[in-house]
């Protein structure tokens, strides 16, 4: 066979199973065709059946629908009856209620039946408010607010209290012994007390326009705050009122009222004691007392006493207290209205929140505004009387003022504008006096007197002491000093470009300027000394004692910002003084270095081995009777002048033996073998340790 016929037969027999498939599935065809039309008849049967269904059950579905409805109708119908039944009869029910008041039946009932008298009162004010039912629950819903109002203001009267001294002074303390302890919470009600007076609040303020509550609240805590401020003031008046300032007195005071509470149990008697000894601590840095200090400590000994002045405390140092009473004030003031801004937030509603705050703290806040301005007041008196050591005073108050204001201003945010400008305008009247005090002390500077009390002596002058004791203070309030002159002096800045940076300029430049000033002053006034000696003397003493100050104080590295060349100035202006001084011996050394007819070594040893001469014997008396008149001079006039720092006294005792003795000794050496004298101790008074001792004898008149 060949290829194309077997090729041919499995052609045949593929197309042979083609043909058998394609009966199969045109059987299988028609089978689903029949199996599709037995179905669509089944489907169609089954719709008919339940539309049927339906048109069946949707009637009685629809009306039990419509039963259910009209039994939820009736249940409500009855209840709003019942309600409206009760209407009628409730100011008759409740009356007995609200004869006895909320603190008699329960503050929650009360406000319950209150609640029951309001839904009354709006029923019959809108269905029929012509009815007498109407007006008897009108009268038993008046007596009812009324009865609220008084409860409120009976809460606040029974058990508000001042917040007591001790737990006011713990919570403005800043020691570092108190930094790390809790910090102090105020509990002025208690909290049961709080809940009450929310409550009542709340609900007179959704259900009626009365605002009289707000007002009893209002002049409550007012007069809280008004007694807080003045016990703390009475307290520290009476804790300072002996040299031992008995602040332990503080552990008895009375803690009725504001309670203090903290986040942990501390003893309340060593938080006193804690608090105590950090007031005792503030109380003795006033500024005026570091003035004092300042005079104390300046380099003078017992025997060497200033003429005219005085190491002794300021009269005035019941203004020391006063000024630390109110800088303590100033941060009581800001604490306690702090608290009163937390207490309100639960009782006040915040629409009503900034006006009832504001009106609390007006009459705490003029008080201390009041004695803020008095204090200025007091300022400017001891201005124009020269007084300046007294207008030191308003420096820490300044200082403080302006650290604590930005917090002022975050508390008093929302009040109303005079308010917050108070405290602004106090800070501006009192700048302006520091500034005012600190240009006319300058100017008194420049001014003073060319005699005014001149020191016979040659010692420091008052007006020197007065400069220096006036402006090492300000190195604590450089800051607020600097500022001061920068907003209030005769070329005022705007507060936005005032920084610490330009103000310790400010202060430095001002200081260096009064210097200067205290400077040519004390030059004239040195003048009118007929002593030429006493000029340079008077000067050194200045000189140094400035100077030595300005070291001791830190005052010279804050002149030095603006200066550099201030305390090499004080140190060429000593050494020229010295060097004048010393011209006053010129007379002494005249003879002693054989200025006048001076005989030579080689003519001394001649005359050793031969007689001298009438002429050369008295040429040698001449010499050793004018050193001793001259030193005898030097002494009886020099002993009266005073160097009262003893550390210059004895350098300047120490340059006059080293100016003297070596040129003493080769003239004492030189003559005193020569047998020019029968009585060699008329003329020879003083070996080298006579002359020694009579130089230690200068300067001290008890010599």
Known sequence: MSATSIQKANIDNKLEREKNNLLNLNEALNKSNTNTTNMLTILQSFENRLRKLENTVEPVYNETEMLRRRQENIEKTMVTLDNVLGYYHVGKEVEEFIKEGPHNCGLEKYLSIMDRLVQAHNYFNKHNPTSLELTDVIRVYDDGKEALVIEFRTLLGRHCRPVPPVMVLDMISTDEELQGSDDIQLEHLPEKILTELSLISTWLFNNTKNTEYMKDYTRSRSSMLIKSLQGLKDHMKTSTGNSSISLFSMANSPAAGGKGKTSKDTPARKSVRKMAEAIKRHLSHSFKRRAVITLMQSPFDPG????GSHAELPKEENLDVEVDIYITELSALLKLIQSEAQLMSGII??????????????????????????????????????????????????????????EFDLTLEGCATPTRAKLTSLLSTLGSTAAKALEEFALSIKTDPEKASMPKDGTV????????????????????????????????????????KKSKMR?????????????????????????????????????????????????????????????????DRINEQKKLYSESWSRVMHYITEVHEPISQQRIQAMENSKLKDKEKQNIKDKFSGFNKELEDILKIQKGYAIPDPELREQMKKDNKDFIIPAFRMFLDKFKRLNFTKNPEKYIKYSVQDVAEVVDKLFDMSA
Do not use: C
């Open 349 to 406: 509603a915040d629409k009503h929140h900034r006006s009832v705050f504001d009106n609390i703290i007006q009459e705490g806040l003029d008080s201390v505004i009041k004695n803020g301005e008095l204090l200025a007041v007091n300022a400017k008196k001891s201005i124009a009387k020269h007084d300046f050591i007294n207008v030191l005073s308003v420096f820490p108050v300044l200082k403080h003022l302006r650290s604590i204001k930005p």
């Open 304 to 307: 060497n006493k200033r003429q």
């Open 507 to 571: 202060l430095a430049d001002y200081i260096t300027k009064t210097l200067s000033a205290l400077g040519l002053n004390l030059t004239i006034k040195a003048e009118t000394y007929s002593d030429p000696t006493l000029r340079p003397v008077f000067m050194l003493n200045n000189y140094h004692y400035i100077l030595k100050s300005l070291k001791r104080s830190g005052l010279l590295d804050l002149i030095h910002t603006w200066n550099k060349d201030v305390g090499q100035f004080y140190e």
């Open 461 to 500: 002058h008052e007006l020197t002491n007065r400069t220096i004791i006036f402006l090492e203070p300000l190195q604590d309030y450089a800051d607020t000093a600097g500022a001061m002159l920068l907003l209030h002096g005769e070329q005022a800045a705007p507060s936005e470009a005032v920084d610490p």
